[in-house]
């Protein structure tokens, strides 16, 4: 059998999580998100927050987007700013601009936003014949494995201030960015308006936790929710798997075999690394002999194809082994 580094949802899910889940799963509960479980969670997300939030799982981090950019977005002239690197931009299939809502690109350096350069785009558009900005989007970590510094984010909040936008975090891969740059969720609640600790690439089975802050976005939000297809009915599943994810920070223990393991395959294959990752996701670059060659061991994503070489990326999960990265290394050695 292969070796599977796609991507960091490659399994079921965290074998304690879904031990919860068969512990209740005799139990009868009310639907879409009026149980227990819920107003449990609501509750743990307040106490990590140091805030008074409304909590939503969803399904998935597309999804997620959608509800919560639309939420934000009231009328479809108000427009969203993100780097063209983002998730949003390249990864969703035309989701956002499928609800009529157009995605504004500011420029990035490593798919990260270029903070200096956020209120040019802003003033860009200046009349009613343009779009209006009205949010700002990012991912953290990014798309292409790297993460916000709390500086960072602490300027980027300033300006949205400043510029009246909604401040949106994408928290797909958020539990591994906390345990890189050391700063938790009072942290981020404190900087936006809106974000999500994701659950799906970090071992659970499925769903994201949206954590709305701003009060302004809380109203009739179960209507959008609705509305664009984000409501579960059986919404006390995920209330479960994420009171058991963030108790006593289990879910950044989850993230740290991640990053332990991630941090091992930089060091042994430095040489070929490219792009300045430093969370789960790794970008090498390999000629196309070497790729194809890999690819007879290892299940990997082709990210950038090239005339003479590949870029490919490996990710490591909750659930990465020792023996696994160890046969990694082998293999590369190999070929």
């Not at 350096?109 to 903070?115: A, T």
């Amino acid at each position: 059998m292969k070796l599977n580094f796609k991507n960091d949802y490659n399994t079921i899910g965290d074998v304690k999580l879904l031990n919860k889940l068969i512990e209740l799963a005799d139990e009868k509960n009310i639907g879409y998100g009026e149980d227990i479980h819920s107003k449990e969670l609501n509750k743990i997300v307040n106490e990590l927050t140091k805030k008074n939030t409304d909590t939503y799982v969803l399904a998935g981090g597309t999804v997620t987007n959608i509800v919560a950019i639309n939420q934000m977005l009231k009328h479809s002239y108000e427009a969203i700013i993100t780097a063209s690197h983002s998730h949003i931009n390249v990864h969703e299939t035309g989701a956002i601009e499928g609800t009529g809502h157009k995605i504004i690109y500011t420029p990035e350096k490593n798919g990260k936003i270029d903070i200096s350069k956020i209120k040019e785009t802003y003033k860009l558009y200046t009349d009613n014949h343009m779009v209006m900005p009205k949010a700002l989007y990012l991912s953290n970590a990014n798309e292409l494995g790297i993460t916000y510094t709390l500086a960072e984010l602490k300027k980027i909040s300033k300006i949205c201030k400043e510029l009246n936008l909604y401040f949106f975090i994408d928290g797909a891969r958020l539990p591994v960015a906390l345990v890189k740059e050391g700063y938790d969720l009072e942290d981020i609640a404190d900087l936006c308006d809106m974000f999500y600790v994701g659950g799906t690439k970090n071992g659970i089975p499925y769903g994201e936790l949206l954590i709305i802050v701003n009060d302004e976005l809380k109203t009739n939000f179960k209507y959008i929710l609705k509305n664009k297809l984000g409501m579960l009915a059986k919404g006390f599943i995920g209330a479960i798997l994420f009171k058991e994810y963030l108790k006593d920070n289990y879910y950044l223990e989850l993230a740290k075999n991640s990053l332990k393991y991630a941090d091992i395959i930089r060091e042994e294959l430095k040489e070929y690394m490219v792009y300045e990752s430093n969370t789960n996701q790794l970008y090498l670059k390999l000629t196309k002999d070497k790729a194809l060659n890999l690819a007879n061991y290892v299940e990997f994503e082709i990210w950038e194809n090239h005339n003479d070489y590949q870029i490919i990326r490996l990710v490591t999960s909750f659930k990465t082994t020792n023996d696994e990265i160890k046969e990694l290394i082998e293999v590369f050695k190999k070929i």
